[in-house]
């Protein structure tokens, strides 16, 4: 019986260290496809260098710094962390001797992520990457803007390090979309504005600016707000996800940064995770969008006003409307006719072989002097015409002179 019962105990054992090496097994698998919706590897590792090992230099607006060694190497690496002092790396921004971490770190946005997830990326960075040992770089900033202690007081201003708190009333999937754009993902710390003191300016959708784009590191990045000509406005949910997982779809294709994004990242990140971010983007209101009045260009004056008679390429229509193509009138030395038709306007001749007339309206009131110039000079260098363009300031001179003209009738 005695034997029995210790055979049983064995077999209870063996079965808890097999279920304990399973949970194991799958924390830390978990947590090796969250580092890939985090985009670690991205910034930890420098062209050339081993996975994770740091190095990769980051331009700031006071000097370069460099990521830092995130294998569990114990003596360059974070291999002494624990679960807490990883978690306050990620959440607070302190690193376990308690020096200040810079903002480039994304814990702004890595503050969201919970409990759960934040296990499963610490039993990744322990168990699931090769320890490297290489000597974290120190900054190029020059002292005394290299001081760390003042970072205390910008986490104090600008630091929210609570947990995301699901949105009552949206969906299961929009929330999780939310969460992984606000967390994870960390969108906002390229795609938000910046303030004076390199804080983002929003670190969720409940603040203005949150996602409308911002310059950083020499690139732009975009609004991703549903803003119709600068954002996502006119993307489906589906193209959002295809130009995640493929870098293109049928409007752009990634570049710079974001093409790294994508590779690193995105590609990897489940097709029903990317919906969700896909949901929770746009169901963001359009914001954030320059004022902008649109440039019209020669071409465009001339598609405007000018094509509907004169035909896209130049040619008219027989002796109704005269061509402009190959028109050794558009092409003359001196403009002055051809801008004095323009304001004016004209009217064909009647004739006994043509007995009916055809007349042109003047743009004098509709079009600037200078839009008058891109016109002209769009006509005198299109279609194979050769030309010298003509500039406002001739425009303004035959503009002056019919005034005077009807001034003396």
């Known amino acids: ?48 260098g081993k996975p ?118 949206q969906s299961a999937q929009w929330n999780r979309g939310a969460y992984l754009v606000q967390g994870m993902a960390h969108c906002g710390t390229c795609h938000t504005p910046r303030g004076a003191a390199f804080q983002e300016t929003a670190l969720t959708d409940k603040k203005p600016g949150y996602l409308t784009g911002s310059q950083l590191a020499g690139w732009y990045a975009g609004n991703l707000t549903g803003d119709a000509r600068e954002g996502l406005g006119g993307w489906s949910a589906e193209e959002l996800v295809e130009y995640l997982q493929k870098g293109r779809n049928r409007y752009t294709a990634a570049f710079g940064p974001m093409a790294e994004v994508v590779h690193y990242s995105t590609q990897h990140v489940s097709h029903d995770d990317l919906t969700a971010m896909a949901v929770y983007l746009k169901s963001l209101p359009g914001a954030g969008a320059a004022d902008v009045k649109p440039v019209r260009t020669g071409s465009a004056l001339f598609f405007e006003n000018c094509a509907t008679c004169h035909q896209a390429n130049g040619q008219g229509h027989d002796n109704v409307v005269p061509a402009l193509a190959g028109s050794s009138a558009v092409m003359a030395r001196d403009a002055t006719s051809l801008i004095r038709v323009v304001l004016e306007g004209g009217v064909n001749t009647r004739t006994s072989h043509l007995p009916w007339e055809y007349s042109m309206p003047g743009y004098a009131q509709q079009l600037s002097n200078q839009e008058v110039a891109d016109v002209l000079s769009y006509m005198r260098q299109s279609w194979g015409n050769a030309a010298s363009p003509v500039d406002a300031d001739q425009v303004a001179e035959v503009r002056g002179a019919i005034a005077k003209t009807s001034q003396a009738q």
């Open 1 to 48: 019986m005695k034997l029995m019962n210790t055979l049983g105990l064995f077999a209870l054992l063996a079965a808890a260290q097999t279920t304990l090496a399973t949970a194991d097994t799958d924390s830390v698998r978990r947590g090796a496809y969250l580092a890939r919706v985090s985009d670690c590897i991205a910034c930890h590792s420098a062209p050339g």
């Open 52 to 169: 994770n090992a740091g190095g990769l230099a980051m331009d700031t607006p006071v000097g370069k710094i460099y990521s830092t060694n995130i294998t569990p190497d114990k003596e360059t690496g974070i291999g002494d962390y624990s679960y807490e002092d990883f978690a306050r790396a990620l959440r607070q921004g302190v690193a376990k001797d308690g020096h200040s971490l810079y903002p480039a770190m994304p814990y702004t946005s890595f503050a969201r992520i919970n409990d759960a997830d934040m296990r499963d990326l610490y039993a990744y960075f322990m168990r699931g990457v090769a320890p490297v040992a290489q000597d974290n770089r120190d900054s190029d900033i020059p002292w005394p803007l290299s001081m760390r202690w003042p970072l205390a007081l910008w986490r104090w201003f600008f630091h929210d390090d609570s947990a995301y708190q699901p949105t009552a009333g």
